[in-house]
Nanobody, 123 residues
């Protein structure tokens, strides 16, 4: 099994940047997992943000964040990152780190979820 712990959330002004980190631990090699990020605002459905394959060679991102957010991973450190630039108030949400030993999906079918980190963007 895998445990995921997010960090790096906080309050930022519109147009600013944040870098989220997700540290993974457990008995299974980190490198076999697709990693990703989802977000959820209160009263709204969870939304796919980005995903990255096990090698880091291919990434996927939602249209709403494309060109502004970048996902990356460091398998040697068992860590995945989400660099968020040009933040908008509509980016405000709890951001969750996710993992699955299968190809990426945007539908939320991930085996492991972190506890989430709050990102608040002020106008």
């Amino acid at each position: 099994q895998v445990q995921l712990v997010e960090s790096g959330g906080g309050l930022v002004q519109a147009g600013g940047s944040l870098r989220l980190s997700c540290a993974a631990s457990g008995r299974t090699l980190f490198s076999i997992y697709t990693m990703g990020w989802f977000r959820q605002a209160p009263g709204k459905e969870r939304e796919f943000v980005a995903a990255i394959v096990r090698s880091g060679g291919s990434t996927y991102s939602a249209d709403t964040v494309k060109g502004r957010f970048t996902i990356s991973r460091d398998n040697a450190k068992n860590t995945v990152y989400l660099q968020m630039n040009s933040l908008k108030p509509e980016d405000t949400a709890v951001y969750y780190c996710v993992a699955r030993p299968l190809p990426p999906t945007v539908g939320g079918e991930y085996d492991y979820w972190g506890q989430g980190t709050q990102v608040t963007v002020s106008s």
